[in-house]
């Protein structure tokens, strides 16, 4: 079946400091990925939506210098939050789409403390 | 402003009877709609969904009714049980590919 790893589960960083989630997908390949960032109310926020061969599109109040995404090949992705703050914090999610009009399969998420 | 709405921030049945969890949407280009659950310290999962070119889909004791019309669709869980206790967001979806969640609805059943 198709299956989405993300790591770490968790962490914690210091405000002002960076840190990389990983994304994996095993079973498929991963034409599309998006991230999001669920908060602790639980809402999703979509950051960016990465498709292969094509631009990597952020949505409004996320930018490509806040949260640069890799997209190397159709297993993998990653995402780096630069110099988080306080809210940054909450669960970054990875959901990964194999054929167009496919569902995503999400991963667990990577959740963020940052102290 | 927020694509998709859910009606409800909690619910609570009785196990046995019937959830109905409410969903409305903005964009009449949505032309999918999943609904994914959701267990603490997991993320979403898909239990099931719906295009826009139909008004029912079933799938055991899980039921969408979908209104284009109206713009509004809703999950109904029969039977319910206390493991379907979770968070449940409806989300859409449109040709661009972008996936909108609703804020979700805390679902707890009690035995």
């Known amino acids: 079946g198709a299956l989405v790893y993300q790591y770490p589960r968790r962490t914690i960083c210091k405000s002002g400091t960076s840190m990389r989630m990983e994304c994996q997908a095993v079973?498929?390949?991963?034409?599309?990925v998006a991230w999001y960032r669920q908060s602790p109310q639980k809402t999703f926020e979509l950051i960016a939506l990465?498709?292969?061969?094509?631009?990597?599109?952020?949505e409004q109040n996320f930018t490509q210098e806040k949260f640069p995404i890799s997209h190397p090949n159709l297993s993998f992705s990653s995402m780096t939050v630069l110099n988080a703050y306080l809210e940054d914090r909450g669960l970054y999610l990875c959901?990964?789409?194999?054929?167009?009009?496919?569902?995503?399969?999400f991963g667990s998420g990577t959740r963020l403390l940052v102290i | 402003q927020q694509q998709v709405r859910q009606s409800s921030q909690s619910l609570t049945v009785w196990e046995g009877e019937t959830a109905i969890l409410n969903c409305s949407y903005e964009?009449?280009?949505?032309?999918?709609f999943p609904w994914y659950q959701q267990f603490p310290g997991e993320g979403p999962a898909l239990l099931i969904a719906?295009?826009?070119?139909?008004d029912k889909k079933e799938d055991g004791r899980f039921t969408i009714f979908f209104n284009k019309r109206e713009k509004n669709l809703s999950l109904h869980i029969k039977d319910s049980q206390p493991g379907d206790s979770a968070t449940y967001f409806c989300?859409?979806?449109?040709?661009?590919?972008?996936?909108?969640f609703g804020d979700g609805t805390q679902l707890v059943v009690k035995p």
């Open positions: 959901g990964a789409q194999g054929a167009a009009n496919s569902d995503y399969t």
């Open positions: 079973g498929f390949q991963a034409t599309s």
């Open positions: 990465s498709t292969v061969n094509s631009a990597i599109k952020y």
């Open positions: 964009n009449s280009a949505f032309d999918y």
């Open positions: 719906i295009r826009s070119v139909s």
């Open positions: 989300a859409a979806k449109g040709s661009n590919n972008r996936i909108f």
